[in-house]
Every structure is written in C-alpha cells, then in structure tokens.
C-alpha cells in the first residue's frame, strides 16, 4: 500500500473511531524545489496518538 494511501485510510479509522462528527482531512503540500522534494502534512479530526504510538513515531 502506497504511503499516501495508508495515511487517509488511518485518518478515516481513526475519525471513526473517535465518533468525529465532522470527517475532513486536510493535506497541505508545499514544494521544496531546491531539494527536488515535496513536504505532505496530513490533519485529521481523529482522537490523537496514544503516548506509546507518539514515543515510537515523534
């Protein structure tokens, strides 16, 4: 599964899973020619990451 896909299929099980009344994801892309590169920011309305989860990815 590409990268992009597994982040809004997580946004949405976890805008479900918290019950969010208001399901928006909201990606933000900015380009970084210098680099040849694009930075991706995903938001989502979904409960958050359990401590364990933020210490293993943050």
Do not use: C
Not at 16 to 42: F, K, P
Not at 44 to 53: C, K, N, V
């Amino acid at each position: 599964m590409s990268g992009v896909k597994a982040l809004f299929r997580n946004a949405m099980e976890a805008m479900r899973a918290a019950n969010a009344a208001d399901l928006e994801i909201v990606i933000l892309v900015q380009s970084l020619a210098e680099n040849n590169m694009a930075l991706v920011i995903g938001q989502d309305r979904g409960s958050g990451l359990d401590q364990i989860m933020k210490e293993r990815h943050i």
